[in-house]
């Protein structure tokens, strides 16, 4: 099992540059999401999906796309790089966004380290 | 309002020892599910355990187990006899019904020789 495959695992951009981070798993979840992981501040949802077609906004949108057009894939889309948005991000997957249970749990993929000069 | 607060940003524990990692939660929902996650020097985040409101027993998995004091809202997660490879970041979060996980700033656990 693969589980969440994302890549490129780093990249550098200049400002003003776009780029799409990929994420694919092959478990069939219904959820996915990304996050953005910065020093001393936990992980923060950037956008989520409960499904093919179907996507919403986290607690920092701004600046990034997202689309679902298949069950396993979700990329992120930078439109026009920042430097505030250097950062490790992740993507994350489980069958559902809400079920409370410990069989609905994240599974992230290995990351991807940004920097944006 | 910070929902999951985890007070400890870094702790030194001698290998073999017993660890604790506080964190504590806000919620006025009955419902609600609570996990902790490892975050080696690698990058990946690893799940290490669950524990739901309504669970009578506190979680345990391995060498992991979970403190639920659920009048005080606090989910600590204890380490027993800890290992150099328990190095790490963990994250505590929590997710309600309905609701997104939110997460904890994190703690830097090393573990000395």
């Known amino acids: 099992n693969a589980g969440v495959t994302q890549t490129p695992k780093f990249q550098v951009l200049k400002t003003g540059q776009s780029m799409t981070l990929q994420c694919a798993q092959d478990?069939?979840?219904?959820?996915m999401s990304w996050y953005r992981q910065d020093p001393g501040m936990g992980l923060r949802l950037i956008h989520y999906?409960?499904?093919?077609?179907?996507?919403d906004q986290g607690e920092v949108p701004n600046g990034y796309n997202v689309s679902r057009s298949t069950t396993e894939d979700f990329p992120l889309r930078l439109l026009s790089a920042a430097p505030s948005q250097t950062s490790v991000y992740f993507c994350?997957?489980?069958?559902?966004?809400?079920?409370?249970?410990?069989?609905?749990?994240?599974?992230f993929g290995a990351g991807s380290r940004l920097t944006v000069l | 309002a910070q929902k999951i607060t985890q007070t400890q940003p870094g702790m030194f524990v001698q290998e073999k020892e017993a660890v604790t990692l506080d964190c504590t939660y806000d919620t006025s929902d009955p419902s609600y599910g609570l996990f902790w996650y490892k975050q080696p020097s690698s990058g990946e985040m690893i799940f290490l355990i669950y524990?739901?409101?309504?669970d009578q027993q506190n979680a345990t998995e391995g060498r992991y187990s979970l403190n639920f004091q659920k009048a005080r809202k606090s989910a600590n997660l204890v380490i027993s006899a800890s290992q150099l490879g328990d190095s790490a970041m963990y994250f505590c979060a929590m997710r309600e019904v309905g609701y997104q996980l939110i997460w904890g700033a994190g703690t830097k656990l090393i573990i000395k020789p």
């Open positions: 999906s409960v499904g093919a077609g179907i996507t």
């Open positions: 994350a997957s489980s069958y559902s966004k809400t079920v409370l249970s410990g069989a609905n749990v994240l599974t």
């Open positions: 478990m069939n979840h219904e959820y």
């Open positions: 524990q739901g409101s309504y």
